[in-house]
T-cell receptor, first 113, second 113 residues
Framework: AQKITQTQPGMFVQEKEAVTLDCTYDTSDPSYGLFWYKQPSSGEMIFLIYQGSYDQQNATEGRYSLNFQKARKSANLVISASQLGDSAMYFCAMREDTDKLIFGTGTRLQVFP | DVKVTQSSRYLVKRTGEKVFLECVQDMDHENMFWYRQDPGLGLRLIYFSYDVKMKEKGDIPEGYSVSREKKERFSLILESASTNQTSMYLC????????????FGQGTRLTVV
């Protein structure tokens, strides 16, 4: 069964607008961590943001924020004020209690002027 | 800066060959991972290692094996390469603390002909 689900294969957003990339997860571990990575066309994997299962507040890093809804098992990435350079693949990942790190299928975001 | 280095950027091998993909990290990370990335399928975990000589199967271990004799090096072995193993292979490493992100190598594009 898929443990990390990203239902949006592709998303478009206009420059300077906000966009939400969806991620749902499935685990029975009480302790887990959620990550978002960006992969531009160059292929490198860039870490964006982290949310721990026990964190009370939603994580934020600059223009990135994570909308963490534990009861719904969702960890959506919100990018505010999109820039052309945000065009990339975005991956949601989960670290389980065993330290295994698994990824979703990704969402390709395209930012247009 | 953390460095994760994969031995080859591009590799072409023949069907039936034994193939070694090497990954070295310089940050004394406990956890190391091998993924393959295919369009539409995201990153799929092949194997991961949480310590020297310790390994655990990921979601798609069939046709692969791994070796971790030293902490800094994690090798992926294709015992008898097949065309369906043509893919991008990504190595990653991280400390085993809860909130630490994984660092990735530059990837190896393997083509099996």
């Amino acid at each position: 069964a898929q443990k990390i689900t990203q239902t949006q294969p592709g998303m478009f957003v206009q420059e300077k607008e906000a966009v939400t990339l969806d991620c749902t997860y499935d685990t029975s571990d009480p302790s887990y961590g959620l990550f978002w990575y960006k992969q531009p066309s160059s292929g490198e994997m860039i870490f964006l943001i982290y949310q721990g299962s026990y964190d009370q507040q939603n994580a934020t890093e600059g223009r990135y924020s994570l909308n963490f809804q534990k009861a719904r098992k969702s960890a959506n990435l919100v990018i505010s004020a999109s820039q052309l350079g945000d065009s990339a693949m975005y991956f949601c990942a989960m670290r389980e209690d065993t330290d295994k790190l698994i990824f979703g299928t990704g969402t390709r975001l395209q930012v247009f002027p | 800066d953390v460095k994760v280095t994969q031995s080859s950027r591009y590799l072409v091998k023949r069907t039936g060959e034994k193939v070694f993909l090497e990954c070295v990290q310089d940050m004394d990370h406990e956890n190391m991972f091998w993924y393959r990335q295919d369009p539409g399928l995201g990153l799929r975990l092949i194997y991961f290692s949480y310590d020297v000589k310790m390994k655990e199967k990921g979601d798609i271990p069939e046709g692969y094996s791994v070796s971790r004799e030293k902490k800094e090096r994690f090798s992926l072995i294709l015992e008898s390469a097949s065309t369906n193993q043509t893919s991008m292979y990504l190595c990653a490493s991280r400390w085993d603390r809860m909130n630490t992100e994984a660092f990735f190598g530059q990837g190896t594009r393997l083509t099996v002909v």
